[in-house]
């Protein structure tokens, strides 16, 4: 069962507010989702997830499958049973993964054979297994499962993936043997407005519960990211819930709430905690640098998570430093409380009519502490900084 009720719109009625229910519990929308890919958020555990305001959150369907495996999580009731997680929980169809982690990946119009990026061992992957791999998981919200190609790519190719895409679409409807769980359709179409908007209309013809934007976020400038979603939004029925994937970074949220999304999910948060990047309302804050050894402040002194409350970022910048779990967590449970509190402000200033000037203020305080956004050549040398630091880890 999925209700999705809207309850305010501000712009015009492009940015919501909406309470998605399910049987674990009534989401606020828009809603940020933790990544728990292989059945945790990690390092946090469920209470402290719900403490942080989170009542759903992402499992990922092709590393539990292949980790512990969907039919040992049934076995032992489920995923919300399995992982002791009472909030809802939203699984990925895989297709993501299978062709970006998958090695070897073999497309056909039958499903789509791979290497597991684990063991090298051989799988299959059809829309029907698909759909069987998450009924057994048991997700409140599972989705569809679609094509990414690797762009850029040839029009024709991105036209075939999303062909294949709408052909999946009726499968997956075809093969649903439980009735319980919403599913949702993924648009795809790449970076060409008309493809994006065939494949919405495609997939809304079906009918779906809800509906995705994928293939986004993918390493993509970001004005083409928001013209994207300038062309899919208008195609998906006011009255649904839709889900832009793997997004994004807190000025993503901004934009995407701007242009209609409800929902998103992004490892942002957990894994830039992991390697020191601190979230704030002035930018962020890389605890690993020299500055912070002796500074008393809080990551944010506008922040009220329960770390910034208690501990200084010397004491983060010295846990960082020799590397004790403690830093990772308390940066995570920061970086997690910074995301969901933004969905807050965002819901609240829809509800109050004052969403455009919320997103003004937003952009306008992060320039001026120099945060452009992450195409600038700052942040892009942050980017590079923290793929060296995670090759270092591996
Ligand atoms: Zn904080």
């Not at 209470?47 to 980790?67: F, K, P």
């Not at 599972?142 to 190719?157: G, K, N």
């Not at 320039?367 to 900084?385: K, N, Y």
Request: glycine content about 12%; aromatic content about 8%.
């Amino acid at each position: 069962m999925l209700e999705f009720t809207l309850q305010q719109t501000d712009m015009g009625g492009v940015a919501r507010v909406g309470a998605l229910k399910t049987a674990h519990g009534t989401i606020e929308t828009p809603a940020f989702m933790p990544v728990g890919s292989l059945g945790t958020v990690k390092g946090i555990g469920p209470e402290d997830l719900m403490g942080l305001g989170y009542r759903l959150i992402l499992n990922n369907a092709y590393h539990l499958y292949l980790r512990p495996g969907h039919r040992v999580i049934e076995e032992l009731g489920g995923l919300h049973s399995f992982t002791g997680w009472p909030g809802a929980i939203l699984t990925d169809s895989g297709g993501f993964q299978v062709f970006s982690l998958a090695k070897l990946c073999r497309v056909t119009d039958e499903g789509v054979t791979f290497q597991s990026h684990v063991d090298g061992s051989s799988h299959h992957i059809t829309p029907e297994r698909a759909i069987e791999i998450q009924e057994a998981l048991g997700a409140d919200i599972i989705m569809a499962f679609d094509e990414c190609v690797a762009l850029p790519s040839s029009r024709e190719r991105v036209h075939e993936a999303l062909r294949r895409t709408g052909a999946w679409a009726r499968r997956c409807q075809a093969a649903r043997r439980r009735s319980d769980q919403a599913l949702f359709g993924i648009v795809q179409g790449g970076h060409d407005p008309a493809l994006r908007v065939e494949s919405a209309q495609d997939l809304v013809s079906l009918g779906f519960d809800g509906y995705a934007v994928g293939g986004l976020s993918v390493g993509e400038e970001k004005s083409v990211m928001y013209s994207m979603l300038d062309a899919t939004v208008p195609a998906l029925p006011a009255g649904r819930p839709r889900y832009l994937m793997g997004v994004g970074l807190p000025e993503d949220l901004v934009e995407g709430v701007a242009r209609g999304i409800d929902l998103f999910d992004c490892v942002v948060p957990t894994r830039h905690g992991r390697t020191g990047w601190l979230f704030t309302a002035g930018g962020r804050v890389l605890i690993k640098q020299a500055r912070y050894a002796k500074d008393e402040c809080p990551i944010d002194p506008a922040c009220c998570c329960p770390v910034c409350r208690k501990h200084s970022r010397a004491y983060l910048h010295h846990l960082f430093g020799v590397k004790e779990m403690l830093g990772v967590r308390l940066n995570t449970v920061h970086n997690l409380y910074y995301f969901a509190d933004l969905m807050r402000q965002i819901r609240s200033a829809i509800a109050a009519g004052s969403f455009a000037a919320f997103r003004r203020e937003f952009h306008a305080k992060r320039e001026a502490a120099g945060v452009v956004g992450a195409g600038d050549a700052a942040d892009r040398g942050g980017i590079e900084e923290l793929a060296a630091m995670q090759e270092g880890r591996r």
